[in-house]
C-alpha cells in the first residue's frame, strides 16, 4: 500500500470522497488532456436484434421527465398521450440534454441508425429494424459519483413513474418478428361480464393468488406462470375475458397472431420480447396453428373435415417442404411450457377456441393449461347480470315466468346475442323482457326448421359441435341444433 493510500486511512470517508474527487479533477484539468470524458452506450437493442434492454425504454421515461429539459435550449420532440392528456417530450436525434446528479454535469444524446438491409417489411420508414440508441456522456472524474449511482437513479425515478402511469398497453406481432404497441383501453372487467354463479369469483381468486405465489412457485420449482384455455361457442365473452383478466392484474396484453410467426425460431425471439407481467394470448388456436398430435403430424392435412381449407393453416405452419423450419406445435408447447418458458416472469397465458374437441391432448394438459374455462349460453343468472348491467334492473314480475321459460325451452342465446336485445330496447325495460320472452319458443322452432332444411354437410357441421356428448340423445340433438343457430346468429334469427 502506498503512502498516500495509507494516509487516506486515517482521514473520515466523507472527506476522503472530497479530496479524491478533487484530486482526480485536478487530475483531468492539469495532466490528463485526452479521454477527459466517459461515453456509454444505452442500445435499445442487446444480445441479438430481438432482446430489448430494458435500460434503454427507462432512458427514455427519466428523459422525458426531466423539467430542466423545458428552459434549455435543447430541442424536443413533444407528444400529447391519448389516456391522459399530459404532454410527453423526448430527444430529438442528435441533440443533448443536459443533467446533474450529486454536483456531476451529463449530457443525453439520442441516435437512431438505419441498419442496413434493414426493411422491416412495413414499407413506412419507421422501421423496428433501425438501431436506437442513447449516449451518456460525463468528466471522467466524475466517474464515481456517475457509476453506479446516478444510473440506479434513472432507473429508480422511471420505475416509479410507470407505476404512477395506468396506462398499459395491447401489443401484437408483425410480419418481421417485432411487437407493435398501441394503449389498451378495453373497460371489459369481471363486474361487467354476466358469467354464471361463482365463476367470476373463482377466477379472480386463481389470479389473485397467483399475483403473490412468487415464492411459492420458486420454491417448488415452477415457471411462474399460468395457463388459462377458454373455450365455447362465439359470442360467449372469451375475448372480453381476456380483458377483464388483463385488467384485474393491471397487466399489459400480447396478442400473438401465429399465422404471422414464419417459424420456431422467432416465436422463441417474440417471446423473449415480453415484458414481466405481462398476458400473452392466442385467439382461436384451433385455427391458426397445426395442431396435430406430435406423434402424428400429418392427421389434419390429410383430413377431409375441412380443416384443410382453412388457409391459415397454410400460412402458419409455413413452406412444408422437407427440411424447412416452420412454426410447429412442440415449438409451441416449449416456449408455453418448456424451458423457454422462463424467459419472462409472472405471465399469464390464455389461448381461446370454439373447438377445444379439435385441440392436440398435448396443448391441454393440466399444468400446460392450467384451468380449462368453459364460456357458453346465456343462464337465467347470466341473463340477470347482464339485464342489471344494460337496463339497470336487479329484479323485475317477469323474471318467475322468464327463468320458467328458459329452462323449459333449453334456451339458449349466447351472451353477445341477449346483450344485443337488452340494448336495441335499454330506454324500455319491460319491453326489453318482453322481446327476450318472445324470442324464446321462436326461437327453438326456428331452430326446428332450420335443422329441418340443413344440408347433409350442415348436419355434420352439426354433429361435429362440442355439445354432442350430451347426456341423451334428445339433449345432443337438441345442442346441435342449438349449436347452429348459435353460428349463424349472426343474421338475426330471432
Ligand atoms: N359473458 C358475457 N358477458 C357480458 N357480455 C358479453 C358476454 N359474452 C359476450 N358478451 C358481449 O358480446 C360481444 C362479443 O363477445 P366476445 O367477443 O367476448 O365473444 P367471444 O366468445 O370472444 O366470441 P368469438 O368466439 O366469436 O371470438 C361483446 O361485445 C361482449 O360485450
Ligand atoms: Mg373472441
Redesign the pocket.
Known sequence: MGVFALLQTFLPPAFRQYLNHGLALLWDKFVQTENRHVEYQVEEKTGGSYNHNIFYRQVGIYLSSLRSSMDSHTRLKVCRSVENGSLAFSLLDNEALEDSFNGACLWWTHTCMEREGGNNGNGNGNGSGDERSFTLRFLTAERSIVMPAYLDHVSKVAAEIEHRNTQRWIYTNNHSGYWEATIFNHP?TFN????DDGLADHIQADLEFFRNAESFYHRNGRAWKRGYL?Y??????????IAAIANHVEYDIYDLELTKVCDNAELKSLMIQTIRRSVIVI??IDCSVHLSDRAEPDKYSQSTSGYTADSNIESAIGPSSEGTSKLTLSGLLNVTDGLWSCCGEERIFIF?T?HKDRLDPALLRQGRMDMHIL?SY?TFP?FK??AN?YLGIEDHPMYVELEDAMARTAHKI???AM??MLISNQSDPDAALRQVMASLPRYYALAQDVVASTSPSEKYALEDSPLKKGSTKKDRLRGRILFFLAAIEGKRMY
Not at 361487467?192 to 358469467?195: S, V, Y
Not at 362465439?234 to 372480453?240: A, E, F, I, L, R
Open positions: 371489459s361487467t361480464l354476466a358469467l377458454l365455447g361457442p362465439p359470442g360467449t365473452g372469451k375475448s372480453s375475458m385467439e382461436d381461446t370454439n364460456l346465456c347470466a347480470k347482464l348491467n349466447t351472451p353477445a346483450a344485443e
